[in-house]
């Protein structure tokens, strides 16, 4: 009898992609690495199907990713391939270039005014935080390339563990995160970003979110205390209040607000596109509380290039600032009542979107928060204890 032979083993270069859908989307495949052994591959394609309506398109979308990606394997293709064409560019540039460059970037997006002052601070702090970890580390990072996900995911549970950051700085190191990869994406460093292996904190972002929202509200009995607070000791600094809680500006566009964009015939306040976050021009409606207030001070006396709040004085004045000039008056005020440090001026302005959508209808509260659409005013509107309906309770 003959034997049967036995087959050569087949040794596959890579596993097809296919789509796969549980939690999240993505496609999955397997590559053979230059090593000869094999590495799955997870791309999330999270940020593509969520702007498809039915189900139908989503998966539509992702068996069409996957083929694409069939094919470019099929081809000889691997991931190595576009990380070795990275590499030998500007992929290879070093971290402290790449430090020096950043930092350059930030100066000049905050002297066109594309960033704020703060921001661009805040972003030279968390690359400066990133620096001290890489120094720290037994083999520092010494190239752009070597910047993946996991690093990130290191990073970060340093700074919960060393640093000993709450939940709520932990999603600012990771907001920040985000942009920085952006940038290195955009200027040609990365040819993807790592930000798609980096973890969650474990809860749903709305969950989050939404108990982060409802933390800015300041109860009816606090609010009343805080403005007799302020009305006996600092009546300009109670104006400010009333502008966030009531006009619903920010304390930053306050401060560069000038007498000139008063309009008080028409009960309007002017807020020019180049101080505004959105950096569009906008005329929003000043309640008569607001310019009751500030006839009483004289504000609108004083020359029309004067800022409304000088930094040095809190009164019309040439000193221009940059919203940090109320937070002495604030700290003071929060200390004397014995209030939480969550307590902050900026929670007046949540605080007056809930209430004033109680009272008027919600577009309105839009246009004068200046929100780009009602779905993010009705994230901002908090939920209160229920109350029972008077029509309904003298009902016959």
């Known amino acids: 009898m003959h034997s049967t032979p036995k087959r050569a083993r087949i040794k596959y270069k890579y596993v097809p992609a296919e789509l796969k859908h549980n939690r999240r989307w993505y496609v999955e495949y397997s590559y053979q690495r230059s090593d000869g052994q094999?590495?799955?591959?997870?791309?999330?394609i999270g940020w593509a199907v969520k702007r498809l309506r039915t189900m139908a398109e989503k998966k539509a979308f992702g068996i069409n990713y996957a083929a694409q990606i069939n094919q470019k394997l099929s081809e000889g293709w691997t991931p190595e391939v576009d990380q070795q064409v990275a590499v030998n560019g500007l992929a290879g540039t070093s971290w402290v270039d790449i430090g020096t460059r950043y930092l350059a970037f930030l100066a000049q997006s905050e002297k066109s005014g594309s960033l704020?002052?703060?921001?661009?601070?805040?972003?030279?702090?968390?690359?400066?935080?990133?620096?001290?970890?890489?120094?720290?580390?037994?083999?520092?990072?010494?190239?752009?390339?070597?910047?993946n996900g996991e690093r990130c995911n290191q990073w970060m549970a340093w700074a919960v563990a060393v640093r000993g950051?709450?939940?709520?700085?932990?999603?600012?190191?990771?907001?920040?995160?985000?942009?920085?990869?952006?940038?290195l994406i955009d200027v040609g460093y990365l040819k993807d970003?790592?930000?798609?292996?980096?973890?969650?904190?474990?809860?749903?972002?709305?969950?989050?979110?939404?108990?982060?929202?409802?933390?800015?509200?300041?109860?009816?009995?606090?609010?009343?205390?805080?403005?007799?607070?302020?009305?006996?000791?600092?009546?300009?600094?109670?104006?400010?209040c009333y502008l966030v809680h009531y006009c619903l500006l920010r304390p930053r566009e306050i401060a560069q607000l000038q007498v000139r964009h008063v309009e008080l015939k028409n009960s309007m306040i002017y807020v020019p596109g180049f101080i505004a976050k959105n950096r569009t021009d906008a005329h929003i409606t000043m309640p008569d509380i607001v310019a009751k207030?500030?006839?009483?001070?004289?504000?609108?006396?004083?020359?029309?290039?004067?800022?409304?709040?000088?930094?040095?004085?809190?009164?019309?004045?040439?000193?221009?600032?940059?919203?940090?000039?109320?937070?002495?008056?604030?700290?003071?005020?929060?200390?004397?009542?014995?209030?939480?440090?969550t307590v902050k001026l900026y929670n007046l302005k949540h605080t007056g979107i809930t209430?004033?959508?109680?009272?008027?209808?919600?577009?309105?509260?839009?246009?004068?928060?200046?929100?780009?659409?009602?779905?993010?005013?009705?994230?901002?509107?908090?939920?209160?204890?229920?109350?029972?309906?008077?029509?309904?309770?003298?009902?016959?």
């Open 293 to 341: 207030l500030m006839l009483d001070l004289h504000f609108l006396e004083q020359p029309m290039d004067y800022y409304l709040f000088d930094c040095r004085t809190l009164t019309p004045g040439t000193h221009k600032g940059r919203g940090d000039q109320f937070r002495g008056m604030w700290a003071l005020m929060r200390e004397q009542l014995q209030l939480p440090d």
């Open 165 to 183: 950051v709450s939940e709520t700085t932990r999603k600012s190191y990771r907001a920040w995160l985000s942009t920085f990869c952006s940038w």
């Open 193 to 240: 970003s790592p930000m798609k292996d980096v973890k969650g904190n474990g809860k749903k972002r709305r969950t989050v979110e939404r108990e982060r929202l409802r933390s800015y509200y300041i109860s009816t009995s606090d609010r009343k205390r805080i403005f007799e607070w302020f009305k006996q000791n600092s009546k300009p600094m109670l104006l400010c």
């Open 38 to 44: 094999m590495q799955r591959v997870r791309t999330g």
């Open 355 to 396: 209430d004033m959508a109680e009272a008027m209808p919600e577009r309105l509260v839009q246009k004068q928060a200046r929100h780009h659409s009602i779905e993010m005013t009705e994230r901002y509107i908090q939920e209160k204890a229920p109350e029972a309906s008077q029509a309904i309770k003298k009902y016959k």
């Open 116 to 147: 704020r002052h703060e921001t661009a601070n805040s972003y030279k702090s968390f690359f400066g935080i990133l620096n001290i970890w890489n120094d720290g580390l037994p083999v520092p990072m010494k190239a752009i390339w070597q910047f």
